[in-house]
Structures are given as C-alpha cells and as structure tokens.
T-cell receptor
Framework: AAGVIQSPRHLIKEKRETATLKCYPIPRHDTVYWYQQGPGQDPQFLISFYEKMQSDKGSIPDRFSAQQFSDYHSELNMSSLELGDSALYFC???????????????FGPGTRLTVT | DAKTTQPTSMDCAEGRAANLPCNHSTISGNEYVYWYRQIHSQGPQYIIHGLKNNETNEMASLIITEDRKSSTLILPHATLRDTAVYYCDAGTGNQFYFGTGTSLTVIP
C-alpha cells in the first residue's frame, strides 16, 4: 500500500538559511499534519491542513510556515534557521472527510534536518 | 485533551503478552483513546483506538475500563520487533499529543 512520502530524507543547512520540506500524503487522504521531534524528545505537533486550509496550529515558530496545495501535498518552509531547529520532521496524513474529530494518522519516514 | 499518564518503561519476554497501561482519569464522554508507537527514529505508527468498547485488530487489543478512566493496550505475543515507545492519548482534537510514553523492551 502507498505510504506517506517525505523529501528530502536528510538535509543539512547553515544557521540563518532557509529550508523547505515536502510531504506527499497517501492517495485520497485530505488532511496533512506536521510534527517536530528534537533529539531525545517526543514528537510535537506543529500544524495541520484540511482541504488546503489550516485546521489546527500547535507549537510552530513564526519563522516557519506551511501550506497544502491543490494536489494535497504539503510544504513546510523554515526560515532563519537556528541550531535548535535540528530535528526530525514528520508528516502524517489522514482521511478526515466531513467527519469531525480525530482520525488515525499515517506517518511518513521523516526528514532529518541538521543545522550547523 | 485528557491528561494521560503511562509508566516510563516496561520489559516483556518474547512470546508473552505485553500489557501497557494508560491512565486518563479526566477523559470526557466524547474523547477517544488512541495508541501509537514509535520504533527508534521511525515515523510513529498507528495501532488502535476506541471509545467505550474493547477493540481488537491485527496488531493489538485495547481494553477500556467501564468508567473509561484507564485503558490497557495488549500485544498478545510480543516479538523483538515490538520494542518501541508506546504512546496513548485521549482527546477529540485532530493532532495527536505525544506525551512521555512507555518504552517497551522485548527481551529474547
């Protein structure tokens, strides 16, 4: 079965640079979520999109922005990178449809961002 | 979301059942209990969820107490590949809250 695809898998950037992470959800999934997992920490929710509209916002820094496109893929844009942004970034997708509330999420393999 | 508490770590012998508890005493009536796990540095994996009734799928069983204040995830025959951090969450929001979780080690 098709899974969530994330690219790139690894990314090395310098401080103050920008980075763009991409996420391709499972076909027919309409909701995308972004999570950040720092070294030795648990994943933290950043932001989610349903049908190309932002649906929930978590602990996403103002330096980060994200969007979901018409083909449902999503991009996380990160500017003015700091050393503390070094982390695993996971994307997840779900098929929410018109139903409210929680739905099981399927996670991608993650993008490991290293800021030097 | 309801606050959840889980033991920090547990061991289980290979082939035996692993029973992972989760306390969610502040859960409200419409909040589902969800379980995920994360094998080292891989993307978290959905396991199972439930509202009131016990649930079973190909991966695990979920037992929810009648008052819904706690639940137990059961892996019926643990294998070495089940070594992971297991997270439970109870809520209605779209995002999943990864708390401390239980680090399960399956021992040969």
């Amino acid at each position: 079965a098709a899974g969530v695809i994330q690219s790139p898998r690894h990314l090395i950037k310098e401080k103050r640079e920008t980075a763009t992470l991409k996420c391709y959800p499972i076909p027919r999934h309409d909701t995308v979520y972004w999570y950040q997992q720092g070294p030795g920490q648990d994943p933290q929710f950043l932001i989610s999109f349903y049908e190309k509209m932002q649906s929930d916002k978590g602990s996403i820094p103002d330096r980060f922005s994200a969007q979901q496109f018409s083909d449902y893929h999503s991009e996380l844009n990160m500017s003015s990178l700091e050393l503390g942004d070094s982390a695993l970034y996971f994307c997840a997708s779900s098929r929410t449809g018109l139903g409210q509330g929680r739905h099981e999420q399927y996670f991608g393999p993650g993008t490991r961002l290293t800021v030097t | 979301d309801a606050k959840t508490t889980q033991p920090t770590s547990m061991d289980c012998a290979e082939g035996r059942a692993a029973n992972l508890p989760c306390n969610h005493s502040t859960i409200s009536g419409n909040e589902y209990v969800y379980w995920y796990r994360q094998i080292h540095s891989q993307g978290p994996q959905y396991i199972i969820h439930g509202l009131k009734n016990n649930e079973t799928n190909e991966m695990a069983s979920l037992i929810i107490t009648e008052d819904r204040k706690s639940s137990t995830l059961i892996l019926p025959h643990a294998t070495l590949r089940d070594t992971a951090v297991y997270y439970c969450d109870a809520g209605t929001g779209n995002q999943f809250y990864f708390g401390t979780g239980t680090s399960l080690t399956v021992i040969p």
